[in-house]
């Protein structure tokens, strides 16, 4: 009789954290209103709760949620967003990624309301004017493409959603290019990233119609800057040693990107 009355006393706290996690994405008021629904398709709870520390599964349940045309995903009227990113890793690299992949699913324009740093936390909040809700879902895979994991969601108001991100693997979309062979890259939309692949040297060159005054940044895989070239007058072709322990190489223009408009050549060389 005991054992009957835990495993009772199990499931209903179970559910009950589960039912705090639906209310909190679709308000208390929908929730009441779609209750025989909702125990429906959450009628078994335990498969809403991650193995790995028993916590609800914030993705899966948003997902369920999207699928039955219960989750608002869109405003009648623009209304002002505000969406809060926490990681405890790469804090440079994690805001890299998360605008990529926020551009991925369609959101080119935000701004950065806040930004701190403690010793084991970084936390970044942006603010946009939208009609429509960042999907959770398009998000959370646009992030895993980059190596990083949604480990939790959160609507702290009405127009404040929060996004505990798992950054430890983050990879940014860099251009990889072969060594020791020259690689035409188009014209840019925003300053060329690309991969070192342990190369010593790099040679650059431009179009002779173009008027391209060089900006080069080294950095390491972190994203701090370990060096930088700029030269204020026009080049066709620059020459450069990459420094140790560089991963990544931006490549762009001092003025303008304008200046490139024919894109570069690039020539990595690899170890004598």
Not at 10 to 19: I, S, W
Not at 81 to 110: C, D, Q, R
Not at 167 to 194: F, G, Q, W
Request: charged share 25%; glycine share 2%.
């Amino acid at each position: 009789m005991r054992i009957f009355i835990a495993i009772c006393l199990l499931y209903v706290a179970t559910f009950a954290n589960l039912q705090d996690k639906i209310e909190n994405f679709i308000s208390q008021k929908n929730y009441s209103k779609q209750e025989n629904l909702i125990n429906v398709l959450f009628r078994n709870s335990s498969s809403f709760y991650r193995k790995s520390d028993g916590n609800v599964d914030s993705l899966k349940v948003l997902k369920v949620l999207e699928d039955n045309g219960l989750l608002e995903l869109f405003y009648q009227n623009p209304i002002s967003l505000k969406v809060k990113f926490i990681t405890h890793k790469n804090p440079l690299i994690f805001m890299k990624v998360i605008k990529e992949s926020l551009e991925a699913i369609g959101y080119n324009y935000f701004l950065t309301t806040r930004a701190t740093k403690s010793d084991d936390k970084y936390i970044w909040i942006i603010n946009l004017k939208t009609k429509h809700l960042i999907n959770p879902i398009l998000f959370s895979q646009e992030l895993q493409k980059r190596g990083c994991e949604v480990e939790d969601v959160e609507k702290e108001d009405a127009n404040l959603w929060v996004y505990q991100i798992n950054s430890d693997s983050a990879k940014l979309s860099a251009k990889n290019i072969d060594l020791d062979r020259t690689v035409k890259l188009l014209k840019p939309i925003e300053p060329y990233l690309i991969y070192t692949n342990m190369a010593t040297n790099i040679k650059i060159k431009t179009s002779f119609s173009d008027h391209w005054y060089p900006f080069v940044v080294f950095l390491d895989n972190a994203l701090h800057v370990i060096s930088q070239t700029k030269i204020n007058e026009r080049k066709y072709t620059v020459k450069l040693e990459i420094p140790p322990n560089c991963t990544y190489i931006r490549i762009g223009d001092i003025y303008t990107l304008d200046n490139i408009k024919h894109g570069l050549s690039v020539y990595l060389r690899s170890k004598e």
